[in-house]
């Protein structure tokens, strides 16, 4: 059983910074793929950032390259979301999600590849 924690959203105002938090626990996770999506109100959940954890490798939305970055800090088994030139259009509930298998381009986004998830932080941005 593997059990995600996110913390960190909040309410911020458009420009500022954001770091979301997943705390992973219950198994190892030298194969697993991490990953963040978000939800906003009557929108469908959708990819936002994801991390395979023994390659490094990394895959992002369009519309979040170059303002995100994830990360992983292997010991904590903690993944990290550092949002950075927030808009209003990323307000949503932002989930962690981690799938026990290596994950690439293709298949990163897809929210059926994942095995575990998390309960969800807000983030609000403000104009």
């Known amino acids: 059983q593997v059990r995600l924690v996110e913390s960190g959203g909040g309410l911020v105002q458009a420009g500022d910074s954001l770091r979301l938090s997943c705390a992973a626990s219950?198994?190892?996770?030298?194969?697993?793929?991490m990953a963040w999506f978000r939800q906003a109100p009557g929108k469908e959940r959708e990819f936002v950032a994801a991390?395979?954890?023994?390659?490094?490798?990394?895959y992002y939305a369009e519309s979040v390259k170059g303002r995100f970055t994830i990360s992983r800090d292997n010991a904590k088994n903690t993944v990290y979301l550092q949002m950075n030139s927030l808009k209003p259009e990323d307000t949503a509930v932002y989930y962690c999600?981690?799938?026990?298998?290596?994950?690439?381009?293709?298949?990163?986004?897809?929210?059926?590849?994942?095995?575990?998830w998390g309960q969800g932080t807000q983030v609000t941005v403000s104009s």
């Open positions: 219950g198994r190892t996770f030298s194969s697993v793929t």
């Open positions: 999600a981690g799938a026990m298998k290596p994950l690439y381009q293709r298949t990163a986004a897809g929210t059926g590849q994942y095995d575990y």
């Open positions: 991390i395979r954890w023994s390659a490094e490798a990394t």
